[in-house]
Protein backbone atom coordinates (compact mmCIF):
# COMPACT_ATOMS: atom_id res chain seq x y z
CA UNK A 1 0.00 0.00 0.00
CA UNK A 2 2.60 2.62 0.89
CA UNK A 3 4.15 1.42 -2.64
CA UNK A 4 0.94 2.86 -4.55
CA UNK A 5 0.64 6.11 -2.39
CA UNK A 6 4.14 6.63 -3.50
CA UNK A 7 3.46 5.77 -7.06
CA UNK A 8 -0.12 8.15 -6.84
CA UNK A 9 1.79 10.94 -5.02
CA UNK A 10 4.55 11.05 -8.09
CA UNK A 11 1.96 11.03 -10.26
CA UNK A 12 -0.10 13.97 -8.95
CA UNK A 13 0.63 17.64 -10.97
CA UNK A 14 1.96 19.12 -7.50
CA UNK A 15 4.42 16.62 -7.56
CA UNK A 16 5.08 16.99 -11.29
CA UNK A 17 5.22 20.59 -10.94
CA UNK A 18 7.80 20.38 -7.96
CA UNK A 19 10.27 18.05 -9.83
CA UNK A 20 10.02 20.58 -13.17
CA UNK A 21 12.61 23.52 -13.37
CA UNK A 22 11.43 26.95 -11.59
CA UNK A 23 10.73 30.09 -13.80
CA UNK A 24 13.11 31.63 -11.95
CA UNK A 25 16.00 29.05 -13.09
CA UNK A 26 18.41 30.45 -16.13
CA UNK A 27 17.82 27.26 -17.72
CA UNK A 28 14.46 27.73 -17.90
CA UNK A 29 14.28 30.64 -20.44
CA UNK A 30 18.10 32.07 -20.96
CA UNK A 31 19.42 29.32 -22.09
CA UNK A 32 19.88 28.18 -26.01
CA UNK A 33 19.12 30.43 -29.19
CA UNK A 34 16.76 32.88 -29.72
CA UNK A 35 15.19 36.12 -31.59
CA UNK A 36 13.26 38.88 -31.64
CA UNK A 37 12.00 42.18 -32.93
CA UNK A 38 12.00 45.85 -30.68
CA UNK A 39 9.91 49.18 -31.53
CA UNK A 40 12.36 52.48 -30.03
CA UNK A 41 13.41 55.69 -30.93
CA UNK A 42 16.92 57.27 -31.44
CA UNK A 43 18.80 59.67 -33.02
CA UNK A 44 22.47 59.84 -35.00
CA UNK A 45 25.19 63.08 -35.48
CA UNK A 46 26.59 63.18 -38.93
CA UNK A 47 29.42 65.17 -40.25
CA UNK A 48 29.90 66.42 -43.95
CA UNK A 49 32.61 67.63 -45.78
CA UNK A 50 34.61 71.16 -43.98
CA UNK A 51 33.34 69.68 -40.68
CA UNK A 52 29.63 70.42 -41.36
CA UNK A 53 27.36 68.79 -38.63
CA UNK A 54 23.83 67.53 -38.95
CA UNK A 55 21.54 65.15 -36.59
CA UNK A 56 18.73 63.11 -37.21
CA UNK A 57 16.60 61.46 -34.78
CA UNK A 58 13.02 59.36 -35.22
CA UNK A 59 11.99 56.11 -34.67
CA UNK A 60 13.73 52.88 -35.42
CA UNK A 61 12.45 49.15 -35.58
CA UNK A 62 15.56 46.23 -35.06
CA UNK A 63 15.18 42.18 -35.55
CA UNK A 64 18.14 40.21 -33.46
CA UNK A 65 19.25 36.87 -32.84
CA UNK A 66 21.08 35.34 -30.62
CA UNK A 67 22.45 32.42 -28.67
CA UNK A 68 23.45 32.27 -24.95
CA UNK A 69 24.83 30.30 -22.62
CA UNK A 70 23.82 29.76 -18.42
CA UNK A 71 26.14 29.24 -15.66
CA UNK A 72 23.82 29.32 -12.52
CA UNK A 73 22.99 32.57 -12.21
CA UNK A 74 25.20 33.94 -14.75
CA UNK A 75 24.29 34.36 -18.56
CA UNK A 76 26.78 34.43 -21.42
CA UNK A 77 25.99 34.65 -25.52
CA UNK A 78 26.23 36.47 -27.94
CA UNK A 79 24.19 38.34 -30.29
CA UNK A 80 23.25 39.99 -34.04
CA UNK A 81 21.00 42.69 -34.79
CA UNK A 82 19.82 44.72 -37.58
CA UNK A 83 18.27 47.93 -37.39
CA UNK A 84 16.45 49.95 -39.96
CA UNK A 85 13.10 51.68 -39.78
CA UNK A 86 9.80 49.63 -40.91
CA UNK A 87 7.45 52.29 -43.27
CA UNK A 88 10.32 54.55 -43.86
CA UNK A 89 13.16 54.78 -46.21
CA UNK A 90 16.06 55.30 -43.38
CA UNK A 91 16.56 54.90 -39.72
CA UNK A 92 15.40 57.24 -37.50
CA UNK A 93 13.70 59.30 -40.58
CA UNK A 94 13.78 61.61 -43.46
CA UNK A 95 17.13 62.94 -44.66
CA UNK A 96 18.59 66.50 -43.36
CA UNK A 97 20.52 68.68 -43.98
CA UNK A 98 24.53 68.33 -43.32
CA UNK A 99 26.07 71.83 -44.60
CA UNK A 100 25.21 72.09 -48.64
CA UNK A 101 24.05 67.92 -48.67
CA UNK A 102 21.42 65.83 -47.16
CA UNK A 103 22.14 62.88 -45.58
CA UNK A 104 20.15 59.79 -43.47
CA UNK A 105 21.45 56.52 -42.17
CA UNK A 106 20.17 53.92 -44.05
CA UNK A 107 20.88 50.91 -42.12
CA UNK A 108 22.91 50.01 -38.87
CA UNK A 109 23.65 46.62 -37.42
CA UNK A 110 26.01 45.24 -34.65
CA UNK A 111 27.83 42.00 -33.80
CA UNK A 112 27.97 41.78 -29.88
CA UNK A 113 28.53 39.88 -26.68
CA UNK A 114 26.55 39.98 -23.81
CA UNK A 115 26.74 38.92 -19.98
CA UNK A 116 23.80 39.62 -17.79
CA UNK A 117 22.48 38.32 -14.14
CA UNK A 118 19.51 36.62 -13.21
CA UNK A 119 17.07 37.53 -10.26
CA UNK A 120 13.34 36.56 -10.13
CA UNK A 121 12.56 35.87 -13.44
CA UNK A 122 14.92 39.22 -14.19
CA UNK A 123 18.17 39.51 -16.36
CA UNK A 124 20.21 42.68 -16.16
CA UNK A 125 23.39 42.76 -18.67
CA UNK A 126 25.94 44.39 -20.42
CA UNK A 127 26.88 44.39 -24.09
CA UNK A 128 29.39 45.28 -26.28
CA UNK A 129 31.01 44.53 -29.63
CA UNK A 130 31.43 45.74 -32.97
CA UNK A 131 29.33 47.68 -35.34
CA UNK A 132 28.82 48.62 -38.71
CA UNK A 133 26.80 51.66 -40.62
CA UNK A 134 25.46 53.05 -44.15
CA UNK A 135 24.91 56.80 -44.78
CA UNK A 136 23.73 58.05 -47.75
CA UNK A 137 24.01 61.45 -49.16
CA UNK A 138 25.59 61.98 -52.12
CA UNK A 139 27.48 58.63 -52.25
CA UNK A 140 27.41 56.10 -49.44
CA UNK A 141 29.65 55.72 -46.57
CA UNK A 142 30.18 52.45 -44.88
CA UNK A 143 31.60 53.15 -41.56
CA UNK A 144 32.94 50.55 -38.87
CA UNK A 145 32.89 51.31 -35.21
CA UNK A 146 31.92 50.41 -31.03
CA UNK A 147 28.63 49.84 -29.80
CA UNK A 148 28.17 49.64 -25.90
CA UNK A 149 25.10 49.19 -24.00
CA UNK A 150 22.88 47.59 -21.39
CA UNK A 151 19.38 46.15 -21.39
CA UNK A 152 16.60 44.47 -18.75
CA UNK A 153 14.80 41.31 -19.91
CA UNK A 154 11.72 39.83 -18.03
CA UNK A 155 9.91 36.45 -18.21
CA UNK A 156 6.45 36.99 -19.64
CA UNK A 157 5.41 33.14 -19.89
CA UNK A 158 6.95 29.56 -21.12
CA UNK A 159 10.01 31.10 -23.51
CA UNK A 160 8.68 34.10 -24.60
CA UNK A 161 10.22 37.71 -22.92
CA UNK A 162 10.46 41.19 -22.92
CA UNK A 163 13.55 43.34 -23.34
CA UNK A 164 14.22 47.02 -22.84
CA UNK A 165 17.52 47.99 -24.13
CA UNK A 166 19.77 50.92 -24.60
CA UNK A 167 22.77 51.70 -27.35
CA UNK A 168 25.18 53.63 -28.27
CA UNK A 169 27.44 53.53 -31.74
CA UNK A 170 30.84 54.94 -31.57
CA UNK A 171 32.06 56.03 -35.40
CA UNK A 172 35.20 57.74 -36.43
CA UNK A 173 34.69 59.85 -39.82
CA UNK A 174 37.62 60.17 -41.38
CA UNK A 175 36.92 64.06 -42.72
CA UNK A 176 36.08 62.94 -46.31
CA UNK A 177 35.05 65.65 -48.59
CA UNK A 178 32.78 64.04 -51.19
CA UNK A 179 29.98 62.38 -48.49
CA UNK A 180 28.57 62.61 -45.17
CA UNK A 181 30.04 60.12 -42.62
CA UNK A 182 27.87 58.73 -39.06
CA UNK A 183 29.78 60.11 -36.02
CA UNK A 184 28.02 58.43 -33.44
CA UNK A 185 23.90 57.35 -33.04
CA UNK A 186 21.90 56.06 -30.03
CA UNK A 187 18.47 53.86 -29.44
CA UNK A 188 16.32 53.26 -26.65
CA UNK A 189 14.21 50.44 -27.73
CA UNK A 190 11.44 47.91 -26.57
CA UNK A 191 10.95 44.40 -27.85
CA UNK A 192 9.73 41.00 -27.42
CA UNK A 193 11.52 37.99 -27.63
CA UNK A 194 11.37 34.07 -28.35
CA UNK A 195 13.92 31.48 -26.46
CA UNK A 196 14.03 28.00 -28.48
Known sequence: ??????????????????????????EFLWSGPYAGLTLGYGG???????????EQDGRETSVYTGFVWARGQLVFGVEYDLTVNIGGDYVFGDRVEVGSRTAAVDWMTSLR????????????????????????????????????????????AGRWAWRGEALYWGFSPDGATDRVEIDDAWVVRLGLARYF
Open 113 to 156: GRMGYVAEDTLVYGTAGLGYSDTVSTGRSYDTGYVLGWGLERRL
Open 44 to 54: SDLEGPGGTRG
Open 1 to 26: MRLLGLTLALGTPSAAAAQAPSSGST
